[in-house]
């Protein structure tokens, strides 16, 4: 029997598990992209790309695909995806797990301020025009316009269009990970002074926040929303081993 898995990604660790899952045999694996990325790297397993149209248009994928387990494994700051992934499994009777990265935790020399989103870390920054660096990506952005005065560096996988519509901004386009040493580089380069960060967990892009320390920067973190309460695991190898506890032992694994 093949049992049909749906894993929403645009995440490393969503493709990572879409290989590990697709070993076995008596697994079909289709990693859907919501198609942000203008060049998503190679995944590996079939690939949809583009969205399902909201929670019931998801439950009716589900349905019409025999899908048998929905897997969300996308950044933890997709709430609003990662809410409806919860109500389309809810609606189609689809079981559900999901991949919560464990976010960071401030450490002795770390100088965090906590904001609740970007509308707040801008105002946080202050009336004093500073150099800051924005590795937040591109679909935020948008909110330091309200902040002005600030010379911004701003890092993001695809090109900002249309550019901020602030009077100084630099832009950078890159994909991490990126080593603490490169980010140190960076910070001293552009003589930052605050950076603005999501708290995404993981190691890939940690090396910035890790570079702050050292250098005594200010980083205003944008905390985490709220997400729904399904059944979860923190690494891809502990949802890996949920999957293999709701359709086999590990033994019928195929390598």
Do not use: C
Request: glycine share 10%; charged share 25%.
């Amino acid at each position: 029997m093949t049992h049909r898995i749906l894993i929403l990604g645009g995440t490393t660790e969503a493709r990572q598990l879409a290989g590990k899952l697709a070993r076995r045999e008596d697994f079909s694996v289709t990693l859907s992209l919501a198609g942000r990325t203008e060049s998503p790297v190679a995944q590996g397993v079939p690939v949809r790309v583009g969205g399902f149209g909201g929670a019931e248009g998801l439950a009716a994928h589900l349905r019409e695909e025999r899908i048998d387990l929905l897997i969300d494994a996308t950044h933890p700051y997709a709430a609003r995806i990662s809410a409806n992934a919860a109500e389309a499994a809810k609606r189609s009777g689809v079981r559900i797990l999901a991949l919560r990265r464990p976010g960071w935790e401030p450490v002795a020399g770390d100088r965090w301020m906590l904001v609740d989103d970007v509308a707040e870390a801008a105002s946080a920054l202050g009336t004093t025009p500073r150099r800051v660096f924005l590795a937040i990506g591109r679909q935020e952005a948008g909110g330091f316009e309200a902040a002005p005065q600030h010379r911004y560096i701003i890092r993001s996988v695809d090109p900002i269009e249309p550019k901020l519509g602030v009077p100084d901004a630099l832009y950078l386009l890159a994909r991490g990970p990126f080593p603490e040493a490169d980010e140190r580089a960076l910070l001293e380069k552009y003589a930052i002074d605050a950076v603005v960060s999501k708290n995404s967990g993981g190691e890939a892009t940690y090396g910035k926040i890790a570079a702050a320390r050292a250098l005594g920067i200010e980083v205003v973190m944008v905390s985490r929303p709220a997400l729904p309460d399904v059944s979860s695991a923190g690494t891809v190898d502990a949802l890996a081993g949920k999957v293999d506890h709701l359709f086999g032992p590990v033994a019928e694994r195929g390598v």
